[in-house]
């Protein structure tokens, strides 16, 4: 399948691995890169931009196919060395960058100039609008149905893709909620010219975590997930359990008043608990409603390759017979 994504990205199917904390090393970048898609290392999940620079090396000695690495700006106090992440990927040979959290007009600059092709994630068709203006080259469309951060606006795919489509003149993936090949069939048909998956790829057999994680995915349900931190503007779509049930009570016992100190304990340093050590229930962990459509744990390659010939089987068969 040709599409401007496939063709801007230079990779053979258009299907992208969004960036995930503790998720995006170089093992799933690599597997997913390997299997004809584009894989994304996470950036800040490396402490420091020399451990990035290593991670980088890492994947290049695990694939010779275009990867991604995924920059997301936080609304953080402490603000993470940024200048030095950009320069690791500069210097990494890097040429595909994710943003996302923040506009990332400050940083196009020194990544254009550098040959660095710039996909923004966002969750808004202004948002995507905003990237167009400033030079990204493509956008990610964030839905409703999304794990980990949907945005405020609550507009799901399926109108929110049609929408992007009515306005945006570069190419755009759709993402959240999507895990199979008549998603993608749907997606393409919506405008967009790809898919980017997150919570499909963690369940996967070469996803660098915990056994339980991806157990945990493919028990889940499309009703198993809940938004925490609507109250801090800082929404996120997490798996459901007991922390998740307790800081929630805190929400609502609070109201307006909740502080990011009132659920500390519920967030904070929870992502290497859950991926390496599979303590499931140590906190809040973005995870998507598409949750209730994962069954297995496939390889990447096999998760890929059933994508493409399950859409190409339903653009060919079922579509076509229809006309
Ligand atoms: C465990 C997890 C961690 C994530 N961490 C990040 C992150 O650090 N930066 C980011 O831009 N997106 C992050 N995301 C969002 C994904 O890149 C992607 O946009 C999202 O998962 C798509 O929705 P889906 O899970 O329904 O496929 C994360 C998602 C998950 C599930």
Redesign the pocket.
């Known amino acids: 399948m040709k599409t401007r994504i496939t063709e801007l990205f230079e990779i053979q199917h258009p299907i992208l691995q969004?960036?995930?904390?503790f998720?995006g090393f170089a093992e799933m970048a690599a597997a997913v890169s390997n299997a004809g898609g584009l894989g994304i290392i996470?950036g800040?999940t490396q402490r420091t931009p020399e451990l990035l620079a290593k991670e980088i090396a890492r994947c290049r000695e695990m694939t010779d196919k275009p990867f991604g690495v995924?920059l997301?700006f936080l609304p953080a106090v402490n603000q993470p060395d940024y200048p030095g992440y950009v320069k690791a990927i500069i210097e990494g040979g890097v040429k595909i960058v994710?943003t996302?959290?923040n506009n990332p007009a400050k940083w196009l600059p020194a990544l254009k100039e550098n040959g660095i092709k710039v996909i923004h994630?966002c969750t808004s068709v202004r948002h995507s609008l905003k990237a167009e203006a400033i030079g990204c080259d493509a956008v990610?469309v964030?839905g409703f149905?999304?794990?980990?951060?949907p945005g405020e606006d609550d507009v799901p795919n399926f109108v929110l893709l049609p929408r992007a489509a009515e306005e945006l003149k570069i190419p755009f993936v759709a993402?959240?909620?999507?895990a199979n090949g008549r998603q993608l069939v749907a997606a393409l048909a919506m405008g967009a010219d790809g898919i980017?998956?997150?919570?499909?790829f963690?369940a996967t057999k070469e996803a660098p975590v915990h056994q339980n994680v991806k157990q945990a995915i493919v028990d889940a349900t499309e009703l198993d997930t809940r938004l925490i931190m609507r109250p801090l503007r800082n929404t996120e779509r997490v798996l459901n359990n007991p922390a998740v049930e307790r800081l929630l009570a805190k929400e609502r016992e609070l109201g307006a008043a909740v502080s990011f100190a009132d659920i500390a304990a519920e967030i904070a340093g929870v992502y290497p608990k859950i991926m390496i050590d599979g303590d499931m229930d140590a906190g809040g962990?973005?995870?998507?409603?598409?949750a209730g459509l994962i069954h297995d744990i496939p390889t990447c390659q096999a998760l890929i390759d059933g994508i493409m010939s399950d859409a190409e089987q339903i653009i060919r068969g079922r579509l076509e017979a229809m006309l």
């Not at 993402?175 to 999507?178: A, E, I, K």
């Not at 980017?196 to 499909?200: A, L, P, Y």
């Open positions: 969004g960036g995930m904390h998720v996470t800040l995924n997301t994710e996302a959290g994630k990610s964030d149905e999304c794990g980990g951060h993402s959240g909620g999507v980017n998956m997150g919570t499909r963690i962990w973005s995870c998507g409603m598409v």
